[in-house]
């Protein structure tokens, strides 16, 4: 079966994909870049795929890649997502909270609390219990308790 996308490369292309190859690279960049030496070589994508441990269809779309954006092939797309919510400093703000002694009325504070609070404070625009929650578990916080938590105070 031919190949659909052919990598041909550039004299300058090869120098720079053999100059990429002897730096430091992630895993993933090492394989890309090696993908491409390979395969303008004129290797199949079975034998490309076996001797990198990796599955042929990557070597396939490492190839389509290049195709279409030339030696950008060799980095990162960024990947969707929501950013998130918290930055370091809020998180501290969250953790002091926490810390904090509760609010009148309640023994200690709830994420839904600390959640209200933060909005109170203007930290953020609106935040959800479970976005708290989990940056007290990122600080194996106890949200209150005497003897496990982010302060070691009590």
Wanted: aromatic share 2%.
């Amino acid at each position: 079966m031919e190949k659909r996308y052919v990598v041909c490369l550039t004299d300058e292309q090869r120098a720079e994909l053999e100059c990429r190859d002897a730096d430091p690279l992630t895993r993933r960049q090492r394989h890309r870049v090696q993908v491409l030496l390979r395969a303008a070589v004129g290797d199949t994508d079975a034998d490309i795929a076996d001797d990198l441990g990796v599955h042929a269809n990557t070597v396939a779309r490492i190839r389509r890649r290049f195709a279409a954006d030339g030696l950008g092939a060799l980095t990162e797309r960024p990947r969707p997502g929501v950013p998130a919510k918290l930055d370091g400093k809020a998180e501290a703000v969250v953790i002091a909270l926490a810390c904090s002694p509760a609010p009148d009325g309640h023994a200690t504070w709830s994420a839904r609390l600390l959640a209200h609070r933060l909005v109170e404070l203007e930290v953020v625009e609106s935040i959800s219990d479970d976005t708290v929650r989990r940056v007290l578990k990122k600080a194996t916080s106890s949200r209150g308790r005497r003897r496990v938590g982010v302060s070691q105070r009590g």
